[in-house]
């Protein structure tokens, strides 16, 4: 069975700043990972996903995350957080058989003026 | 093109009544998942539908059931509420014809149930 594990519950961060939201995964399989943020009251929103070859993932508003296999880590970082981004940020994994998605709790950023 | 749409946007039960939650795909989408997000936690899968059958299954009770329609839109049922369903329930649409588990699943606004 796959599980997800979101390091940090809140990441409190000042607008410009860079910002790293971690993410370890475990499984005995294959999996493929995704990062999806959530704005209050809204639904999830995909911000990008690892489905395989370069291990640096690129996505949408600036974000991107890198896949580590040795580590089980796929860890989302931007280099300069804007006050819109404050949001709760999932990661989460599914493996080749199925595409039902495995959740973690999540992580609340926090953007600062 | 709309996105996946959820109705109704808010519902508040009492303890053991039945319950109706609906949502449309995404235009081209087959496949319908349903999620249970309880409050500070992440999603939970609860159940996926595709070609109008149960593909596959999360750990929620019976009480959990669920419907697809030949436009590909779905309903989640859920019997003898207790005070632990609420929840904001999500769907997410995707298209297992265009790619299995590589494809997207792209999220509704969800249905926020209160039960009492």
């Known amino acids: 069975a796959q599980s997800v594990t979101q390091l940090d519950s809140q990441v409190p961060v000042f607008e410009e700043a860079p910002v790293e939201l971690r993410c370890n995964y475990s499984s005995s399989v294959s999996v493929y990972l995704f990062w999806y943020v959530q704005y209050p009251n809204q639904g999830l929103q995909l911000l990008l996903k690892?489905?395989?070859?370069?291990?640096l993932v690129k996505g949408i508003n600036g974000f991107e995350a890198e896949f580590n296999k040795s580590q089980t880590s796929f860890h989302l970082r931007k280099p300069s957080v804007h006050i819109s981004d404050t949001a709760e940020y999932f990661c989460a994994v599914s493996d080749f058989d199925t595409d039902k998605l495995i959740f973690g709790t999540g992580t609340r950023l926090q953007v600062f003026p | 093109d709309a996105g996946v749409t959820q109705s109704p946007t808010h519902l508040i039960k009492t303890r053991g009544q039945q319950v109706t939650l609906r949502c449309s795909p995404k235009s081209g989408h087959d496949t319908v998942s349903w999620y249970q997000q309880a409050l500070g936690q992440g999603p939970q899968f609860i159940f996926q539908?595709?070609?109008?059958?149960?593909?596959q299954r999360g750990n929620f009770p019976d009480r959990f059931s669920g419907h697809q329609f030949p436009n590909y839109s779905s309903e989640l049922n859920v019997n003898a509420l207790l005070l632990g369903d609420s929840a904001l329930y999500l769907c997410?649409?995707?298209?297992?014809?265009?790619?299995?588990?590589?494809?997207?699943?792209?999220f509704g606004p969800g249905t926020r149930l209160t039960v009492l």
């Open positions: 997410a649409s995707s298209s297992l014809t265009s790619g299995a588990s590589t494809d997207t699943q792209y």
């Open positions: 539908y595709y070609e109008e059958e149960e593909r």
């Open positions: 690892y489905l395989s070859g370069s291990t």
